[in-house]
């Protein structure tokens, strides 16, 4: 590869706003959800990793210095802060003040760009996950650049560390973030090229993102610089005090629907250590995944319901000692759906920025029996269509848009009341009186609580990755891997995550290692990759990869 020209003079010609409007926006229900239980220990952080094999030329401090400030600009959210008054938690707003110069921009991202030399990518994920919070309410996104193994001259091997509060994105989202940065670092200016863009032509691409904004001849801002909540556009016109009555009393009946009696025992401590495991498959086996799911007319997402479902059961006959569950009653999955493509920014312009929280809430209840007259498989697939027609009835219903925005506000008074517990335990609130005592008072729907709705785990489905990432636009780099997740807090139940990158099927799980008895959580993935080989890929003498992405090799040898 020729080489490119690398720090260019900074165009000081590019006539410099002194002085910009801040714009403001008060977060939504949804978004106040993930705020306030972040704020102590960075709980639901996300991070997003990409391995690349890329020319050092490529991937230097001064070209992803003008990436990074490109991609604030064009995601506003990325360069907010939040500010709230102390208990005061419906002042949570987002503040947002363009730079005054593309040269300002790049002195904006020193605080939230990072390079590393020689450390290990699984012990910088561990720290991610385990290590003080790197994130705040002042700084929303930060990338970290990992200088790794030389593998040719002047070929290197690099991770890319994207995190993100929650509360500007999400898991699709996040991968676009990414995807984006790895356009700009190593593209083309030139459609049909392969010739990355010079430092140059890259620092052209900041000035124009910059002056078309904020530059002097820019038109004043009439998009929405910071991008609408989900909430906002979602519907189209605001629900009248009796439609949100009929909301309220519909969803109250929906998690009726929603019973689980079936979960692990804990351990009752204060530690907490944040373990994550992958099972990866290869291209083959991965198509042989996919090729029995469209015969058994599911999707790989749905067939992991039925995965859980048969391990549950497995592990609870194996293990009656090491489980609450009751007999008569279902297993409860938790997961969440993406709403990116339903969303409609009011005044989006090419300058409007898509990035936001954009997700809703779902629960799958399957039985947590094992039927002795019908064969295990056979059931396996009837519950894997179970969980399908269950998501596909909740996302298809009319009332979809109306139960979410409920979900969203149930959310917001959860944490909340969350919130202002943890304020007054740390002294930073004053306690409330105690109400004086009064009757008791009978619940408004007892037959509400009369069924635990407690959840086994939660799942997330990322499905195939090459929706979100286009690698046929960074010829020059070979992306490698990616993993992704969130900081999860003490106590947190497991988390199963599953995508498919560049043909590989793989599976990921979250769990706190401090909250499970020993052996449980190794045995309980292990029943699941398990599942996978017996009845999706039909083999159980199949091998999988099996990766501690945190670098225990003792917990990996275990599985």
Not at 45 to 74: C, K, N, Y
Not at 493 to 498: A, D, E, Q, V
């Amino acid at each position: 590869m020729p080489a490119l020209q690398t720090h260019p003079a900074v165009n000081d010609d590019v006539p410099v706003q002194a002085q910009l409007p801040t714009f403001r926006r008060k977060l939504s229900p949804n978004e106040l959800s993930y705020f306030l239980p972040s704020r102590a220990n960075g709980a639901n952080d996300m991070f997003l990793l990409g391995t690349i094999h890329a020319p050092e030329v490529l991937v230097t401090s001064h070209r992803l210095q003008i990436v990074w400030a490109i991609v604030r600009l064009r995601h506003p959210l990325m360069a907010c802060r939040v500010q709230m008054e102390l208990g005061r938690y419906d002042s949570a707003e987002f503040i947002y003040t363009p730079p005054s110069s593309p040269t300002e921009a790049l002195r904006e991202t020193g605080h939230s760009l990072h390079f590393h030399n020689n450390i290990p990518t699984p012990k910088f994920t561990s720290d991610f996950l385990n290590a003080p919070r790197k994130l705040s309410s002042n700084m929303l996104s930060r990338l970290d650049i990992l200088r790794q193994k030389q593998l040719s001259a002047g070929v290197r091997e690099y991770t890319l560390f994207l995190t993100l509060q929650h509360v500007i994105n999400d898991g699709r989202g996040i991968c676009n973030i990414l995807d984006l940065v790895l356009e700009l670092l190593a593209g083309s200016a030139q459609p049909g090229s392969v010739q990355p863009r010079t430092d140059a032509e890259l620092y052209s691409v900041l000035e124009a993102e910059w002056t078309k904004r904020w530059g002097v001849s820019a038109p004043l801002a009439n998009w929405d610089v910071l991008p609408r909540a989900m909430e906002d556009q979602l519907l189209t016109a605001p629900r009248t005090k009796l439609q949100q009555a009929a909301d309220r009393v519909d969803n109250e009946l929906l998690q009726r629907k929603y019973i689980g009696g079936q979960s692990f025992k804990r351990v009752d401590t204060k530690q907490s250590h944040t373990r994550l495991v992958q099972i990866g498959f290869d291209e083959v086996q991965t198509a042989t995944i996919l090729a029995n799911c469209k015969t058994q007319r599911v999707t790989p997402a749905n067939a992991m319901c039925g995965v859980v479902n048969v391990a549950w059961m497995r592990f609870a006959a194996a293990h009656p000692d090491l489980v609450d569950a009751d007999p008569k009653l279902p297993m409860l999955l938790y997961t969440a759906l993406s709403l990116r493509g339903s969303l409609k920014q009011g005044t989006a312009t090419e300058l409007s920025s898509d990035m936001e929280l954009a997700l809703g809430y779902h629960n799958v209840v399957l039985p947590a029996f094992a039927p002795t007259e019908r064969p295990t498989k056979e059931v396996f697939w009837t519950r894997s269509r179970e969980a399908q027609r269950q998501m596909r009835t909740f996302s298809t219903s009319p009332l979809f848009y109306n139960r979410t925005l409920v979900t969203c506000k149930e959310r917001e008074r959860r944490a909340k009341a969350w919130a202002r517990i943890d304020d007054e335990t740390a002294g930073l609130i004053p306690r409330a009186p105690k109400p004086a005592a009064t009757a008791p008072v009978q619940p408004r729907n007892p037959t509400a609580s009369i069924f635990p709705s407690t959840a086994l785990l939660g799942l997330s489905q990322s499905g195939d990755t090459k929706h979100s990432f286009h690698i046929h636009r960074y010829p020059s780099i070979d992306f490698v891997d990616v993993l992704g997740g969130p900081r999860r807090g003490r106590g947190a139940r497991f988390l199963l995550y599953s995508l498919t990158f560049r043909g590989r099927f793989s599976l990921h799980m979250f769990w706190d290692d401090a909250s499970f008895p020993k052996g449980v959580a190794e045995e309980f993935l292990r029943l699941i990759g398990d599942g996978v080989k017996e009845f999706v890929l039909e083999d159980t003498r199949a091998k999988a990869m099996v990766i501690d992405r945190c670098g225990d090799e003792e917990l990996t040898a275990r599985l």
